[in-house]
């Protein structure tokens, strides 16, 4: 019983509260990655899944054009838009980059039954390094993206301003040398 109160004591002095909108968020961006990313992924290999299940990056520009880059970059703009502050938005987007890639071992084990195989191909290749940069790098720039409208948002809105690059001052003077 003691136990139980040191820990509902620990509870309040943390201050622990849940987010929902940012929980939601992040569901409903999971849920596109599962079932339109993967979906396009599905319907594309058909039966004939190899290691481009785990080396999804070779498939990026081989189905209808870089769909699927642009449902990466949509997402983490997303979550990143949704966000008061961006930086929780880019932490919610590399959390999403993880998720993809727990995905993809989880279907390469469906399709091929539980082995160590999809952790040999993730870090025992190089195209697996190359799988991990090209995503989050995509990840990322989607982030930058959502960042970008968000500001935006922000400057039409008043709440921000653009701070000038060279100050307007009279004293300002630019010299030039003459020859």
């Known amino acids: 019983m003691k ?20 929980i939601g968020n992040f569901s409903i961006s999971v849920i596109i990655i599962h079932f339109i990313f993967f979906g396009i992924i599905c319907n594309y290999l058909n039966y004939n899944t190899d290691e481009r299940l785990i080396w999804f990056y ?53 399709e091929f039954g539980f082995s160590i195989n999809p952790f040999i191909l ?14 989050f790098t995509i990840l990322l720039i989607g982030a930058l993206i959502g960042r970008k409208f968000k500001q935006y948002k922000l400057l039409k809105q008043g709440v921000i301003q653009l701070i000038p690059l060279m100050p307007k001052t009279k004293d300002y003077v630019i010299e030039k040398e003459v020859n």
């Open 58 to 110: 070779q498939l990026y520009f081989e189905i209808y054009h870089g769909i699927l880059i642009l449902i990466l970059i949509v997402t983490s703009a997303f979550l990143v838009y949704q966000e008061d502050i961006s930086i929780i938005g880019i932490k919610q987007v590399l959390r999403l980059g993880s998720v993809i890639i727990i995905f993809s071992v989880l279907w390469y084990w469906e």
């Open 3 to 22: 136990e139980k109160k040191e820990l509902i004591d620990f509870l309040k002095k943390k201050e622990i509260s849940l987010n929902f909108k940012r």
């Open 122 to 135: 993730i870090f025992g290749f190089f195209q697996g390094y190359l799988n991990f940069l090209i995503l």
